[in-house]
């Protein structure tokens, strides 16, 4: 993959911030555009915007062929059996409440989820209300030291409670890949389903549901090159069929009286409310360009950044990186000496460096790192190894800054 050549495609890195060529080195919170996104949503709106499903006029019948046939290259992308098994929403973060919701709905006291210590709150928080209605207890596989799941256990861990295991695919602080596969074999053989968080790895590496067998899969289209606001949950479709719907309104139903209604079929009875369209259509557009470029091509290109960068990064005097050795999601978490990772991050900017530092909405891990934050850099495929050295030189020049309080 020719990374340099990729980067034409996104007009917002061809740009200076503070003065200075701009080093994006923050695709883990959010992936920049490819000009083919922009335009798919551009075209969109000047040519196809209407309600779908409702109307029997031509620009609706467009709308919803679009938004169907978005459902569709989704469903290949990840090679779900069917496109009904996909559900939109508008991100991960919706995709996991509407499991805690309407499959946490049979949950009861006593009952067990089993989660993970590095998980993002999105798979974390959804659980605690759930628990907090039902009486449900929450168990955790736990980690190794490096920042890998210690699952030695796994067999004491699935209990007869056990409802539900929902863990990351990916880490967005350490970059662990976690053994999902195992895990999910692990469960069935108790009949207990898995909900993967595929927010950081679908967009960087092939992930197949068929393959995996995992029941849910949560993903946001924003991280994979689409527009904000569109997202995915994959659920098979005998639990999604046996699940209440999350939201209720308009297109979810099939025959509404004054005192009840039944359901529309998959996916509709998980969609109320009018979709977004144009970002369903951005998102067909995202696909399209990861195929292009091939996901498998894709997780090596971040595989070489990171060598590259823990390579770069460990040259430097002070600096602690945290996460697993290679292979490992294009992330890297780390801590300089002596500097708070929101310093680094004010002197990085005005270098127009953009990394991300705090917990990285993952508190209990950052915790069980033993430090209040961290600085994250993370990659996508436009990224450079020159980026990496850019930061390297800048958290340099942010060490001579505290040292001597003195700008060069
Ligand atoms: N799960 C994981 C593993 C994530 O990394 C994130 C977002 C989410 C879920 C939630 O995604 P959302 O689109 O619903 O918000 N992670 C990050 C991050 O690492 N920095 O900003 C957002």
């Known amino acids: 993959m020719d990374a340099r050549a990729v980067r034409r495609h996104f007009p917002i890195l061809n740009q200076e911030v503070n003065g200075r060529p701009l080093v994006y080195l923050d695709s883990a919170a959010t992936s920049q555009k490819p000009l083919a996104v922009i335009e798919a949503v551009d075209r969109y709106y000047r040519e196809q915007n209407a309600n779908v499903h409702r109307g029997l006029h031509t620009l609706s019948e467009r709308a919803t062929q679009a938004l169907e046939e978005a459902r569709a290259k989704v469903a290949r992308f990840i090679n779900a059996r069917e496109p009904a098994e996909i559900i939109f929403v ?40 759930a628990a907090r209605r039902s009486g449900a207890r929450l168990r955790y596989i736990p980690m190794n030291p490096d920042g890998t799941l210690d699952v030695t256990d796994l067999d004491r861990l699935i209990t007869p409670k056990t409802r539900l295991v929902a863990l990351t695919h990916v880490s967005n602080v350490l970059g662990t890949i976690n053994p999902v596969a195992e895990i999910v074999q692990a469960a069935h053989r108790e009949g207990v389903p898995v909900l993967v968080d595929g927010a950081q790895s679908v967009p960087h590496m092939p992930v197949d549901v068929q393959a995996l067998d995992c029941d849910f899969l949560a993903v946001s289209g924003h991280k994979m090159l689409a527009p904000m606001g569109i997202g995915f949950l994959y659920g098979k479709r005998e639990l999604l069929e046996g699940m209440e719907p999350f939201l209720a309104g308009g297109e979810m139903i099939a025959e509404v009286d004054l005192e009840r209604a039944t359901w529309a079929e998959l996916p509709h009875k998980f969609e109320a409310g009018t979709p977004d369209v144009a970002g369903a259509v951005g998102l067909a557009a995202a696909i399209d360009f990861l195929n292009d470029l091939g996901m498998e091509a894709v997780f090596q290109h971040e595989q070489e950044l990171v060598r590259y960068a823990l390579n770069v990064l460990r040259e430097v005097d002070g600096v ?40 990285h909405c993952a508190q209990p891990l950052t915790e069980a790192l033993g430090v209040p934050a961290t600085a994250r850099a993370s990659f996508y495929v436009y990224t450079l190894p020159e980026e990496i050295d850019a930061l390297a030189r800048g958290i340099e020049r942010a060490k001579e800054f505290f040292a001597h309080g003195i700008r060069r």
């Open 90 to 129: 508008r991100n991960a973060t919706e995709a996991i409440n509407l499991v805690a919701y309407s499959y946490g709905a049979r949950l009861r006291e006593g009952d067990e989820i089993l989660l993970t210590p590095m998980e993002h709150h999105s798979n974390l928080i959804p659980w605690q209300l």
């Open 320 to 359: 602690t990186i945290y996460g697993p050795e290679p292979p490992r999601g294009g992330v890297i978490a780390f801590n300089v000496e002596g500097i708070h990772p929101h310093d680094l991050s004010t002197v990085l900017d005005q270098e127009g460096i953009a990394i991300r530092v705090g917990h």
